[in-house]
């Protein structure tokens, strides 16, 4: 084991016994993991990736190279001796099979030649039960990967305590999700016996009670009602900041009057920048921290600030915590335009403040602009952060890629369904759309589901993957399109990403797109 592994612990892998289980049984009994691409030969013969990607592209010509050279080299040459595996099995449904890897790798062509590549692994002889692993293990090994390194959320030390105990322990510290009726039960009863210790708890583990992930207008509509049924609020309000970030459940109280957003030089910015509405898109965890200058620097001082931490922009606050404005680049120049020896003061401009909770879209228009906001803490009077376009641009554009990513899946779905008839594509939606359609673009992503959930259509189609697989991932993504569809400034969780992915990937398998 090398000396950063050794430090850390052993890895967890996800190593598959084939697409359709079928060397699970040899694996199981022999004491090994198996895996196919036998094309590529010896996987030991190739001492670099690179090389290897080279020789994945050429075999596999319909795959990503990347896909095949991820999981072969990670096979091969990155687990280790002592590395946890995790096989889910098809021969033995809603069980997973554990081991502890106990050989390097060997090519074997004269054992089984379709899965000539193995590791010696030592099973266990308990099995896991899927249905009892925490949900985020539970997506992670439903990868369609066949080799696949686990690395979030604790899951190597997560699995060694499976492997010992045959419990999963979930992330540290994390609580339990029960029902919304007994978080509230519990939250409510915990203020009454000490209400100076409510119960505290992240806002992702708040929104997993209500089976959700994202803080959509229609979920904070329903958290902050059902809260508010048992007297109940947040604070700091579920929506300010990162889902990570941690909550009280307090007794609901009147919230202090807000102050209007306003500029460094006295200008209000119109109260609907700065209000907080139930669904409105919040400023969140966009701001970064605000460093700032004393009005006492030199304008040399703030550039060598600027030029080593690469910012664009920088306030300047006194000691008593009063903005006077900020100093950019464009104004650098305008000073020194205007002066031969200009200073900071010189150098100052105005800078739009809105409190932390602001409403986005209200200040586009005034980052656009000005390239740059500064944003109020939680006391709605310090000045805590700073919001640039690039920060905005960038969070946006983390919300466009998924949309962009399934706007593909559904191109490359409604390209196939070109193979069926009117009859066909009409047998496959409910009886009120039948009308609607009378060629493939008329169908919703949804439809694309029960269109390939058929024997014949799926025959006529050709595709050589797993079918439920392809099934299944239309049914997770539908759901994420749909909730794509109620924008907000919550990422996507890891697995939602990774099911879009992995339709992806199956999708450039089964129908690649013409070059």
């Not at 050429?58 to 795959?63: D, F, G, I, K, M």
């Not at 673009?441 to 025959?459: A, I, M, Q, S």
């Amino acid at each position: 084991m090398s000396e950063t592994r050794r430090s850390q612990g052993p890895a967890a892998w996800v190593v598959r016994g084939g697409q359709d289980g079928e060397v699970e049984t040899v694996a199981l009994h022999e004491g090994r993991a198996m895996i196919s691409w036998y094309e590529l030969g010896d996987l030991s013969a190739y001492p670099t990736k690179e090389q290897l990607r080279v020789a994945a592209a050429r075999e596999y010509p319909s795959l990503s190279p990347g896909h095949v050279t991820g999981q072969t080299w990670g096979f091969a040459r990155e687990i280790e001796l002592g590395d946890l595996v995790l096989m889910p099995l098809k021969s033995e449904l809603g069980k997973v099979a554990i081991g502890r890897v106990s050989g390097g790798y060997e090519y074997r062509p004269d054992g089984n030649p379709e899965f000539p590549h193995v590791r010696g692994v030592d099973w266990l002889g308990k099995r896991l039960i899927r249905d009892e692993l925490k949900p985020d293990l539970r997506a992670s090994i439903g990868s369609l990967l066949t080799v696949a390194r686990l690395r979030r959320h604790e899951m190597p030390r997560r699995i060694a305590h499976l492997a010992e105990t045959g419990v999963d322990p979930g992330v540290e510290g994390d609580p339990e999700i029960t029902s919304v009726s007994q978080l509230l039960e519990e939250a409510v009863i915990q203020v009454e016996e000490d209400p100076s210790s409510p119960k505290t708890l992240s806002i992702r583990h708040l929104l997993a009670h209500w089976g959700e992930w994202r803080r959509t207008a229609a979920v904070i509509e329903r958290v902050s009602g059902e809260l508010a049924d048992v007297g109940l609020a947040t604070r700091p309000h579920f929506t300010e900041g990162s889902v990570d970030n941690t909550v009280a459940l307090v007794p609901m109280e009147k919230e202090p009057d807000e102050q209007p957003a306003s500029t460094s030089d006295g200008k209000t910015v119109p109260e609907s920048a700065a209000k907080q509405t139930s669904g409105k898109l919040r400023l969140g965890d966009l701001p970064s921290k605000a460093v700032s200058v004393l009005p006492s620097a030199s304008l040399t001082a703030a550039r060598t600030m600027m030029l080593r931490k690469r910012f664009s922009q920088v306030p300047v606050i006194d000691e008593d915590g009063a903005l006077l404005g900020a100093v950019t680049w464009e104004s650098i120049g305008r000073a020194y335009v205007a002066s031969d020896t200009p200073t900071l003061a010189d150098a100052i401009t105005r800078a739009h403040v809105v409190d932390h909770d602001a409403n986005v879209l209200d200040l586009i228009e005034y980052i656009q602009r000005d390239g740059f906001i500064l944003v109020r803490g939680n006391d709605r009077r310090s000045v805590e952060g700073i919001v640039t376009a690039a920060d905005l641009s960038g969070k946006f554009g983390q919300h466009a890629r998924p949309f962009l990513l399934i706007e593909n899946a559904e191109t490359r779905l409604r390209n196939a369904a070109e193979v069926f008839r009117v009859e066909e594509l009409r047998a496959a939606i409910p009886k009120h759309q039948k009308k609607k359609v009378l060629e493939p673009k008329d169908l919703t992503f949804g439809n694309y589901r029960y269109l390939l959930d058929d024997v014949e259509r799926w025959r006529t189609l050709g595709w050589r993957i797993e079918q439920a697989d392809l099934l299944n991932l239309l049914e997770t993504v539908g759901k994420v399109r749909n909730a794509l569809m109620h924008f907000s400034l919550d990422a996507l969780s890891p697995e939602q990403g990774q099911a879009i992915d992995e339709l992806l990937l199956l999708l450039d398998a089964a129908a690649p797109e013409a070059q």
